[in-house]
C-alpha cells in the first residue's frame, strides 16, 4: 500500500512539472512577453576610421574591446540576438589630434533578423570608452613567399612571384615598426604541379612570429601567387655560327666557349623530354676578328623556368689558323638613289681586309672585290657617311672580315 502511494507522489510531481513548463512556453509563444534581455561581451567596433586615416591619425587602442548590452524585445525576438549580429560602435570622425578621446559607443539592432518591436531601455545607461588616437604611419614593404611543405621528389619548386610585389603596411609608429616581412604562405605536401592562386598575406615580426594586432593594417589582404614546380633537367647552351670571312665551324678554324655551359630548367616532362639544348642565337664570323667576347641573353618559353637564375651567357668566340691581306678596291658604286636626289661619290678607293688559308689569298686580286651602298633610306642633301656592302667573286675559302662605309654627296 505504501509503495503505490509513493509512485503517486512521484506522479503527481512529474505531471506538475510538465504543467508548469507548458505554461511557461505557453507564456513565451503565446503571449510573447516583452522583457529586458542582457548580452554580453558585445565587440566594440569603430566607424569612419577612413576620416581619421584621412587626417593622418590611427585608432592605437580601447580602453576595452566589449561590452554589455540590454536589449527590451520579445521571446520570440530575444532568440536572434547575440552578440555576433548586435554591434556596439564608436565614432571617431570628431577626432582631429593625437591623444585620449572619451567617446559614447552606442548599440545597434542588426538589420538581417527579425528585430520588431525590439528597443534599447531609455534608462540604459550611456557606455563610454576611451579611444586613443596616434599619428598613422605608412611603410612599403615587398612580400615574400613561403612554402610550408614540400614538393614531391624529382621535382623543383621555381622561383614564386607574387602580385602585387609590394604592400602597405599601415598603422600606429610602435606597431608598424614591429613588422619585419609580409608573407605569403603555400602550404603543400609533394607538390608535384605548378601552382596559381591567391593567398593570405601574414605579417611576421622579427622572431618570425604572425602579428595579429589590430592596431597595424595591409593594404590588401591577399596575394596573387605563381610558382612553376615541375622536373628538372640541365640543358646545354649553344650558338649558331654563320660562316664569314673564311671561317666556320666546319674547317676547324673555330673554336666557341660559352660560359655557363649549361643551365638548369625546371618544366614539365613533357617539355623537358623534347629540349636538348637552348640556343643563343647567331654569330656572324665574319664580324669576329681574333678573339671577340659577346655577352648574349638566355632565353626560355614562358613555360619554363630558369632555375639558375642567370640569364646572360659569355660567349667568347676565337678564329684561328687564317691569315688576312688588305685591298685597296676602286670598284665602288651605289644602287637604289630615291627621286630627286642624285648621289656623287667621295669614297673611291676603300681598304678591305680578306681572310682566309694564305695559298688562297695569293691568288686574289682586288679586281675581284666590289663595294655597293644601297642609297634607298637616304634623305635630305650633303656628304653623308652609308653603310657599304662589300662582294668577293672568290672561293668561299676566304671572305671578306668587317663591316665597311664609304663618304657620298647627296644633291638634288
Known sequence: MMERLKESRWLYILVSVLIAVA????????????????????????TNSRVLNERGLTVASLSQDTV????????????????????????????????????????RLPT??????????????TQTITVTVDTLTTETMNVEVRLEGNVADGYQAGTPVADPETVTVSGTPDAVARVRR??????????????????????????????????????????????????????DLTVNLIPGGGASADNGTVTVNIQPKTITV?????????????????????????????????????????????????????VSGLETRSFDVTNISVINVPDPYGADLVTTTRTVVVRGSASVLDQIDA???RIVADLSDVAGTGIRSVPAQVYLDASDEVGVIGTYTISVNITQ
Do not use: H
Not at 23 to 46: C, E, G, K, M
Open 23 to 46: 505554461f511557461w512556453l505557453y507564456i513565451r509563444n503565446v503571449q510573447n512577453t516583452a522583457s529586458d534581455y542582457t548580452i554580453y561581451n558585445v565587440p566594440v567596433q569603430i
Open 68 to 107: 554589455n548590452v540590454t536589449v527590451n524585445a520579445p521571446w520570440s525576438v530575444q532568440r536572434n540576438l547575440n552578440r555576433n549580429n548586435i554591434v556596439a560602435t564608436v565614432d571617431v570622425s570628431t577626432i582631429t589630434e593625437a591623444g585620449s578621446y572619451e567617446l559614447a559607443c552606442t548599440p
Open 112 to 125: 538581417n533578423v527579425d528585430t520588431t518591436d525590439a528597443y534599447f531601455p531609455a534608462n540604459q545607461e
Open 182 to 235: 609580409v608573407v605569403a604562405v603555400l602550404q603543400a605536401e609533394n607538390l608535384d604541379q605548378s601552382f596559381a592562386g591567391s593567398l593570405p598575406l601574414v605579417m611576421l615580426d622579427a622572431d618570425g612570429n604572425e602579428i595579429t594586432d589590430t592596431n597595424v593594417t595591409l593594404s590588401q589582404d591577399t596575394a596573387y601567387v605563381t610558382m612553376t614546380v615541375g622536373v628538372v633537367k640541365e640543358v
Open 266 to 318: 625546371v618544366g614539365t616532362q613533357e617539355e623537358l623530354s623534347a629540349l636538348t639544348e637552348i640556343s643563343l642565337g647567331s654569330i656572324d664570323l665574319s664580324q669576329v676578328i681574333g678573339t671577340s667576347t659577346i655577352t648574349m641573353p638566355i632565353e626560355l618559353s614562358p613555360t619554363l623556368e630558369n632555375a639558375d637564375g642567370v640569364t646572360e651567357a659569355q660567349v667568347t668566340v676565337t
Open 367 to 369: 679586281s675581284q672585290l
